[in-house]
């Protein structure tokens, strides 16, 4: 099957750091990716669709200046949360949709990113 | 009204029993439809996907209905194991979730 990852698994950091989230497709290419974000008890809230070699297209709400996405190719999409605060505590998920065809409206989930900051 | 509704829960029900979850979508445009199952701290995984004419996986049957948009997860013979949060989710331009159903088997 599709293997997504994500790196790190979880990070600690302080109050105005900034965090690089990876997610990387192993096995297949994909163009979009998506990058979801999971408060406690709650559910996946999409934050934006990342497009390779396009700008990410973000959800109402998003900021993009403090959430910044590169889709640089076809396998690899990081989101970069800018000074971090406490309120961006979360699991931060991505997805990748593949190429081919077939599967063309099934996402490939990664393992998440537990992000805590203090 | 949410795009995709699902009733939080929790369901605790007993090992060896039916269980059946219900979704409703507000779009009639969804293309479509999927089950995914997520543990606690752990990513979704599929479930299965769900099609018009009915989808069964063993225990696990999923039903569209595109009249009355919702669909269903029937889970028989419940185990242990299956307790986790089923989320419903629907694709229309992209995936939405619900906000899961929360399913403890108790022993």
């Known amino acids: 099957g599709a293997v997504v990852s994500q790196h790190p698994s979880w990070v600690i950091c302080k109050s105005g750091t900034s965090v690089k989230i990876e997610c990387r497709s192993l096995?297949?290419?994909?163009?979009?990716m998506f990058w979801y974000r999971q408060f406690p008890k709650q559910s996946l809230m999409l934050m934006a669709t990342?497009?390779?070699?396009?700008?990410?297209?973000?959800e109402q709400g998003v900021e993009k200046d403090k959430f910044l996405i590169n889709h640089a190719s076809l396998t690899l999409s990081t989101l970069t949360v800018t000074s971090a605060h406490p309120e961006d505590s979360s699991f931060y998920i991505c997805s990748a949709r593949s190429n081919n065809v077939a599967a063309y409206n099934e996402q490939f989930f990664g393992p998440g990113t537990r992000l805590t900051v203090l | 009204r949410k795009e995709v509704e699902q009733d939080p829960g929790p369901f605790n029900v007993p090992e060896g029993a039916t269980v059946a979850f219900n979704c409703t979508y507000s779009?009639?445009?969804?293309?479509?439809f999927f089950w995914y199952r997520q543990d606690c701290r752990k990513e979704p995984k599929l479930l299965m996907s769900?099609?018009?004419s009915g989808n069964e996986d063993g225990r696990f049957t999923a039903q569209l209905n595109r009249a009355s948009q919702y669909i269903s997860l029937l889970i028989r013979d419940s185990k242990l194991s299956d307790s986790a949060t089923y989320l419903c989710a629907v694709v229309n331009e992209k995936l939405t979730f619900g906000t899961g159903t929360r399913l403890t088997i108790i022993p």
């Open positions: 990342s497009n390779e070699g396009s700008k990410a297209t973000y």
């Open positions: 769900v099609y018009s």
């Open positions: 096995d297949f290419q994909a163009t979009t």
């Open positions: 779009n009639s445009a969804s293309q479509s």
